[in-house]
């Protein structure tokens, strides 16, 4: 055992370990390294974005090394959650903190004294209690893993003096190896924490700050209320957060939503920790769809499908909303944040940092921070790539098809130019003494007494716009500030009331010497206020009602065992199963997600779920998709590097069928269920580009399933088989229509799949 052990690569033996525990056949970026560089015993730093998958990094190995990992957690609630998972995939965890009682405590000593398990979950305070650290001097500690390590530092923006205790660790337990996992990426917090947490020659791993599986939409509010519907009607019972900037809008929103019929429910610091708790717990098993919340509301949430977050005013900064709306999509499907601004939210956020207790550099900061949210709303480019840019990295593309710009939800002002140098003159013949607001009013020709009173009912520019909409005007502004051609100064310290000035480039433009770029929302079919909903690469195959029949069985099992649903399976094992419906063991334990643990637990069940709706329904299963990866796949992989293309097996497979065996005779050698062997022969079709079925199909039956196609489309496959009178067997329609699509390879939509398959990792 020990020998073998030694020769497995360190990856190998993750790997497998990841997958009999977690049921993931994949790295996340930077998994591995963090992985490997836990396993070595150096000390390291990761940081990646919020669903970037830290956690694994800490756990695989500390099921790979003998002994016990002791993480270090800032939130009783997390670390519940986290155990609960953990135990769910069949590994041995326990956590230490205040809430457990005087004879809970002790079992958990007992267990770690009788080396039982392999992570012990504890709280900072608790690790500076001499009972816990003698325990731990006694026992085998694998390394520590320090999670929210961010919150060591003063810079960070959650603070916990708690975790300055942890420099004992370093102190008392020298040669074990310290490794912190945050999400914050600024330098000075990660120079901070190295030097907090006494990190010796650390290994620091950061990854990209991009996700991909985000979309980003911003609009200016207007009719808010339809303005978040029309993001709930794109998610029908899926979950989702609404972050409001008051308690007062939390409520009324919460009241509207609910007077609405959507399953809403508020969540903020005003109300009683009982009333919040019950809110948040609804929330997280399913009971309730949508969470009305102040940005109080996220911390310790691992809740993993959350498919919308809706910002119904402008956050505090682009940290807070890489934050606030990374709490969406973390099982990496598809999530869509969406932002809904206006001018005010920064009046009521400059009332909120003044009356707070800061300095006045610290104020300052702040509101720079949030005009920096003012340019990320106005800029006319690729969100993702302003995101990422803010952090300091550059995305190398614009995202091209998860954000509102480059979706082509705006159209380009036909005469940018034109549009421009009527607002610049308009601000230049008010003597650039008014603000945005007033500047709308004058362009789109109001009447209104101060509009009068100074004069400006008179002005060359006045009703100068007047065909447009206010919020169209008031979006040009904007861009115009954000593109540099205006300046909105403010006119007194605090930074109150803005006016609108000319910049050089302002003059240039007025001159005619350089060109804006000015959007609006597009007018075609694809509109903005309607985005359409599109289905991503990660449905492909997957059978929707099966899906929901899947997902009925979900909250009725969690609810049993009295888990919250996304913890029996996510979304995305769930779509997995939709799309490969396994009927035995076998199949279930390839799904996305399944263990070996939850695949003792579940299968049965699930699979005689599957077995029956597929049967009713006539659907194929134990459908072995060859490309198909359940995560969003990227469209670029150096965005984001998964592995694609057959695997080993269907390599080796591939091998034998271009021998010319038999399915039956692969199946035999290589000792795999014939379903799974069918799987692979599809792949060898794909991979060999073969066009012609004759070797495995009759001619007659070719030339029948062909017209078929022609009428019906190469997939999904049912409809062929329903249009030769259900006397097909799926078998034969499966290899002809394969041979088919290859054939129309160039022509096809399936070229980018293909492309997809063939491009291997680096
Ligand atoms: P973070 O702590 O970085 O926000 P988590 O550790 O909570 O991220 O992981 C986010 C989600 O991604 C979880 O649902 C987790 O199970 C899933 N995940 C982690 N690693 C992988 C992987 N290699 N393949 C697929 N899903 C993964
Ligand atoms: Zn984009």
């Known amino acids: 055992m020990e020998t073998s052990d030694a020769i497995i690569d360190a990856g190998d033996r993750l790997m497998s370990v990841m997958r009999e525990y977690w049921g993931y056949d994949a790295f996340l970026p930077l998994q591995e390294e963090a992985m490997r560089s836990a396993m070595g015993g150096r000390d390291s730093l990761v940081v990646l974005p919020t669903g970037g998958g830290k956690s694994l990094c800490y756990q695989v190995p500390a099921l790979c090394l003998d002994g016990m990992a002791v993480v270090v957690s800032p939130l009783i609630s997390l670390m519940k959650d986290q155990v609960d998972a953990l135990r769910a995939c069949g590994v041995a965890a326990a956590f230490i903190n205040s809430s457990l009682t005087a004879s809970e405590k002790w079992n958990v000593a ?273 969100r993702h790539r302003l995101l990422v ?76 716009l007047q065909e447009e909409s206010r919020r169209a005007i008031l979006d040009w502004i904007g861009q115009l500030v954000q593109q540099g051609f205006l300046s909105s100064v403010a006119t007194d310290d605090a930074g109150k009331y803005n006016v609108l000035k000319l910049t050089q480039d302002g003059w240039r433009l007025l001159r005619g010497e350089v060109l804006p770029r000015l959007l609006k929302p597009a007018t075609d079919a694809s509109s903005r206020s309607q985005p359409k909903r599109h289905d991503p690469h990660s449905w492909e195959g997957v059978d929707r009602e099966l899906f929901e029949v899947l997902r009925s069985l979900r909250t009725e099992k969690a609810n049993d065992l009295g888990l919250p649903p996304y913890m029996v399976f996510g979304d995305a094992s769930l779509r997995d199963m939709a799309r490969r419906r396994p009927t035995g063991a076998d199949g279930f334990l390839k799904v996305h997600g399944v263990g070996q643990k939850k695949c003792d637990d579940y299968a049965t069940e699930f699979t005689t779920l599957i077995a029956e709706y597929c049967g009713e329904h006539e659907l194929e299963t134990d459908v072995d998709p060859p490309s198909a990866t359940p995560l969003s796949a990227p469209k670029d992989a150096s965005r984001l590097t998964r592995p694609a293309g057959p695997n080993e097996s269907a390599l080796r497979a591939i091998e034998l069928f271009d021998q010319g065996r038999t399915v039956e005779e692969v199946a035999e050698t290589m000792g795999r269920a014939l379903s799974t062997t069918r799987g692979y022969f599809h792949e060898y079709l794909r991979h060999r580009r073969i066009t012609d079925p004759v070797r495995w199909v009759d001619a007659v039956q070719i030339a029948r399933i062909e017209e078929a196609i022609a009428a019906v489309g190469p997939k999904p496959l049912k409809p062929i088989r329903e249009h030769l009178g259900g006397e097909v067997d799926y078998d034969p329609i499966h290899i002809v229509a394969i041979c088919w699509q290859n054939r129309h390879r160039d022509d096809n939509a399936d070229a980018t799949v293909a492309d997809h398959v063939s491009h291997q990792p680096e």
């Not at 769809?289 to 109080?296: E, G, H, K, Q, S």
């Open 110 to 382: 007992d267990d770690i004294r009788g080396q039982r398990l392999k992570l012990l979950y504890v709280a900072p305070e608790r690790l500076s209690l001499p009972g816990l650290l003698d325990l731990l001097e006694s026992a085998t500690v694998s390394f520590f893993a320090i999670d929210e390590a961010h919150c060591v530092s003063m810079w960070g923006h959650d603070f916990r003096p708690d975790y300055r205790k942890l420099n004992l660790l370093r102190e008392r337990f020298h040669g074990t190896a310290i490794h912190g996992y945050t999400a914050t990426a600024t330098e000075q917090v990660r120079d901070d924490v190295v030097r907090q947490l006494g990190l010796r020659e650390p290994e620091v791993l950061v990854g990209s700050f991009d996700r991909p599986n985000l979309t980003y939409r911003v609009e200016r509010r207007d009719s808010l209320l339809a303005q978040i519907a029309g993001v709930l009607e794109r998610h029908p019972d899926e979950s989702g957060i609404v972050y409001c900037i008051t308690r007062k809008e939390v409520d009324s929103i919460a009241a509207s939503l609910t007077g609405g019929g959507y399953s809403a429910l508020p969540y903020h610091a005003g109300m009683s920790d009982e009333a919040r708790k019950a809110n948040q717990e609804a929330f997280i098993e399913d009971r309730c769809r949508i969470i009305v919340a102040t940005v109080a509301f996220g911390m310790g949430i691992d809740k993993s499908d959350v498919r919308y977050v809706v910002h119904a005013g402008l956050p505090k900064s682009l940290e807070n909303y890489q934050q606030e709306s990374g709490r969406g999509g973390r099982d990496g499907l598809e999530a869509e944040c969406c932002l809904f601004y206006s001018g005010a939210d920064f009046k009521t956020w400059e009332f909120i940092v003044n009356r707070s207790d800061g300095s006045p550099a610290f104020k300052q900061a702040q509101m720079a921070s949030l005009r920096q949210v003012m340019d990320y709303c106005d800029a006319a480019a690729c």
């Open 389 to 464: 840019q803010h952090f300091g990295q550059d995305l190398g593309a614009d995202c091209g098809e998860a954000c509102d710009i480059c979706l082509g939800e705006f159209d380009e002002v036909e005469e940018p130019l034109v549009v421009a140098q009527k607002i610049l003159s308009s601000v230049y013949r008010q003597g650039e003494k008014f603000g945005a607001d007033y500047t709308a009013k004058v362009l789109k020709g109001s009447r209104e007494q101060r509009v009068i009173e100074n004069g400006h009912d008179r002005l060359t520019t006045h009703g100068l």
